[in-house]
């Protein structure tokens, strides 16, 4: 899952891209309104972390230039404004939830699990395909009960595929979800990770769909 961090402040900025990068996200990260009204506008993030506060050009007309365009990634803001009238603001420009300053980085995390499970159709923190379970509250991943270690691009594939389950995905956007802005892509690599990913596995559950992609789930009937 691809991830934008939209905050001025720099300490905070890397404090938020160390913390989401450690719980298994790829995150790209802007430092004022324009840099990240562009990447929200030309990347398909899976959510966006926005503050309000920002230099060259508001948080509110970010997002509300995002939803004029008709990007509807979940976008959780970040306000040091305490009054309801600017929450409301913020909710009438189009956010999906919103974390006041100063706030705890669990709170935030714990925030962000759930606008991506809501918008892939979850209702729980822990994914179930078959024997497969990945927690997305812990990052554990297990088959049958036993638990499997996974590499950091490994989960990363595994949570998308599993978030986007009985969807075909393509290595194009397996590529664009995956990888940060500064990482080297290749699609073929996708190819080795979902190899060893079943190897690891050990259960059919990540079906090969010949010229669209990977489904996580029984494999589709091509007419």
């Known amino acids: 899952m691809r991830l934008l961090v939209v905050e001025d402040d720099p300490d905070l900025n890397r404090q938020l891209a160390a913390a989401l990068g450690d719980a298994g996200y790829a995150v790209d990260r802007a430092f004022d309104g324009e840099e990240g009204h562009f990447l929200g506008n030309t990347v398909p993030y899976d959510a966006v972390v926005l503050d309000i506060g920002l230099p060259r050009m508001d948080g509110l ?3 509300e230039n995002w939803r ?10 970040l306000t040091a404004r305490d009054r309801w009238s600017d929450k409301v603001q913020g909710f009438d420009a189009g956010a999906d939830d919103y974390v006041a300053k100063p706030f705890h980085m669990e709170e935030v995390l714990a925030r962000l699990r759930a606008l991506l499970r809501r918008a892939a159709g979850h209702a729980s923190s822990e994914l ?4 497969v ?3 997305t509250r812990t990052g554990r991943v297990s088959v049958d009960g036993a638990p499997v270690k996974l590499t950091s691009h490994e989960y990363r594939l595994l949570a998308y595929l599993m978030h986007h389950a009985g969807r075909v995905v393509s290595r194009a956007e397996l590529v664009e979800h995956l990888y940060d802005q500064d990482s080297d892509r290749d699609s073929n690599t996708i190819e080795v990770f979902v190899v060893r990913l079943r190897r690891k596995l050990d259960c059919n559950v990540i079906q090969t769909v010949r010229g669209l992609g990977y489904l996580l789930g029984p494999a589709p009937e091509i007419l």
């Open 61 to 63: 007309c970010v997002l």
């Open 128 to 131: 179930v395909c078959g024997p």
């Open 133 to 135: 379970r990945l927690d």
């Open 68 to 77: 004029r365009a008709g990007r509807t990634m979940p976008v959780l803001i």
